[in-house]
């Protein structure tokens, strides 16, 4: 029996709210997405600038093509069904797709990816690099060149991050962990892992080079993460990488955005720019609004900044977690939620990021697509961004190099780059209008005088930035994080924000700020999960008839 139509409101448009989009869509609700800015993507925006460059401002690294598929294969009233929720044909070493085309045959219909090899150029202070590929063969020639006493060390971390990968990843990974008995379940094993002592101090137990300490533990900054004190669960990031390897969508990340937007568009739904929320209506089950914290309390709508109100059976929201209950829900309606179990959460840290393009002279870069310039110190770098929150006189970087793969970013004879610099959030209280341009000075120094891009500012023809103002200001993002709640152990699985609000009825969050966390690959198994509660709450299951995959009590 189908029940009556169902509205969804999502706020934000970000890969994970997309994502959910195009799931909710495929449970049959009719969904429209509220986005605050003027296009797509949230911290996947898009900038494209009057001289003919092309910037993507946010995320670059695409892995597990497998989960873009499945959101390009999903179609109307089918729901979820036939998905597994990997690939177990790709999960063999010689599977991963080294060149060519990587996206699967319905993502071919919407947008282009590519494989990216090496993973990562790393780069070390004395000017050694390694050549991160994923490849078993390959990592031990360049162990054995620039560290060969850890050698041994390699082959007992590759087993043991394989097993974290496989119970943390493969059966764990879509677990919602919405009460403690769900946590206690999968304690032992994570102890009988090792994978809740820190990942710094997990890689150290099997490498004494300070390099390898770092090419096996830098991935975590990628998604607010600080190797100092993330658990070591997320040495599964290396075999995620490894199995499926980094690809890049033609056109860049924006490509991409673009191209959920048509899925999500062609299956119904609506998307609207410039529709700021305000806040989010909560009700206390009768229709009347929420005064005091006691009684039933259901989401029924938001109020968007120019006052306008918007009604819908659930809301979403893909927005920073911290801000959606500070700003946007009801004190009242706040129990678990509130002021003080939030501003009390440890916030990932925020970025520096140099957008710049710069003519070509001739010469060959020595630089790949991905490129990590690591500093002097390690270490007490990230304490000083994590811990103590200020500026240090060394920096360490993500260099990406997109026109190395993709020349159609730039105007020709041109690089488009950008340059990621970690930096603490706006707890540090430091002045970005001063210390920003500070610092793009002094990466630009670095970058030339070190020989990286040679006589780089006198080949600048676009040069702009971002700090955690941008992230603050126009992300609003809660004290200017780059990735939401730092994924600390103690903000993990159960003690990561619930995808499913805790507080109100009809309310659910999806993206980096929910479950599993951030990166690109978590927001969008963060959408299927958050797709499974609602699918689980308003009675949606499937059914198979005739051979034909449907849901039964569609939202539509």
């Keep these: 029996m189908t029940s009556s139509h169902k509205t969804a409101l999502i706020i934000g448009s970000g890969i994970g709210g997309l994502s959910l989009g195009i799931r909710l869509q495929a449970l049959g609700f009719h969904t429209t997405i509220l986005e605050r800015l003027d296009q797509p993507g949230g911290r996947a925006y898009q900038k494209r600038t009057p001289d003919g460059y092309i910037f993507d401002m946010g995320p670059t690294v ?83 060149a620039l560290a060969p006493e850890d050698l041994a060390g390699y082959e007992r971390f590759h087993a043991d991050a394989k097993a974290i990968f496989e119970r943390g990843f493969l059966e764990l990974g879509y677990t919602h962990f919405g009460d403690v008995g769900s946590m206690l379940r999968v304690v032992p094993d994570l102890m009988r892992l090792d994978a809740v002592r820190t990942l710094f101090g997990f890689t150290s137990k099997y490498f004494t080079s300070s390099k390898m300490r770092q090419v096996f533990s830098f991935e975590t ?51 609207e720019y410039g529709r700021g929320v305000e806040e989010i209506l909560v009700t206390d089950g009768g229709g009347r609004p929420v005064r005091f914290p006691v009684g039933k309390r259901v989401a029924t709508g938001v109020r968007l900044e120019d006052g306008t109100v918007r009604h819908a059976d659930i809301v979403v929201s893909n927005g920073d977690w911290a801000n959606t209950y500070l700003k946007r829900v009801p004190a009242a309606a706040r129990l678990v939620n509130n002021d003080l179990r939030v501003k009390a959460a440890r916030q990932s840290m925020s970025l520096l990021v140099i957008y ?62 950008y340059t990621l610099v ?135």
């Design 221 to 271: 900054l990628l998604v607010g993460g600080n190797p100092l004190s993330v658990p070591a669960i997320y040495a599964m990031i290396h075999f995620v990488e490894k199995t499926w390897g980094i690809h890049y969508a033609m056109g860049g990340t924006g490509a991409l955005v673009r191209a959920f937007v048509r899925k999500f568009e062609e299956l119904g739904g609506t998307i």
């Design 62 to 144: 695409i892995t597990v093509p497998h989960f873009i598929e499945e959101l390009f294969a999903l179609e109307r009233g089918a729901g979820m069904l036939g998905e597994p929720d990997y690939p177990p044909h790709t999960l063999a070493d010689d599977a991963r797709v080294r060149e060519g085309e990587s996206g699967g045959p319905r993502t071919r219909d919407y947008v282009t990816l590519v494989p990216i090899l090496p993973f990562y150029r790393i780069w070390f202070d004395d000017g050694t690099y390694f050549d991160y590929d994923g490849d078993p063969e390959s990592t031990r020639r360049q162990i054995g």
């Design 422 to 556: 970690p930096v603490p959030h706006n707890a540090s209280g430091l002045d970005w209008a001063v210390e920003g341009p500070k610092l793009v000075e002094r990466v630009y120094a670095f970058l030339e005088e070190r020989g990286y891009i040679p006589n780089l500012r006198g080949r600048l023809t676009h040069s702009e930035f971002i700090t955690p103002d941008y992230f603050e200001g126009t992300l609003d993002s809660y004290l200017g994080n780059a990735f939401g709640p730092e994924p600390v152990l103690i903000q993990s699985a159960f003690f990561r924000p619930h995808n499913r609000s805790e507080d109100v009825g009809n309310l659910y969050m999806v993206g980096a700020g929910a479950q599993p966390g951030g990166g690109t690959p978590s927001v969008m198994m963060s959408a299927k999960m958050t797709a499974r509660l609602i699918a689980d709450d308003f009675g949606i299951h499937p059914e198979v008839r005739d051979g034909v995959p449907e849901v039964v009590g569609a939202a539509d």
């Design 356 to 417: 710049f393009g710069f003519r070509k002279d001739g010469s060959d870069l020595n630089l790949r697509h991905h490129n990590i310039i690591l500093g002097p110190r390690y270490e007490a770098l990230l304490t000083e961004i994590f811990g103590k929150k200020v500026l240090g006189q060394d920096f360490s970087q993500y260099l990406h190099i997109p026109t190395l793969t993709d020349p159609g970013l730039a105007p020709e004879g041109h690089h488009a780059a």
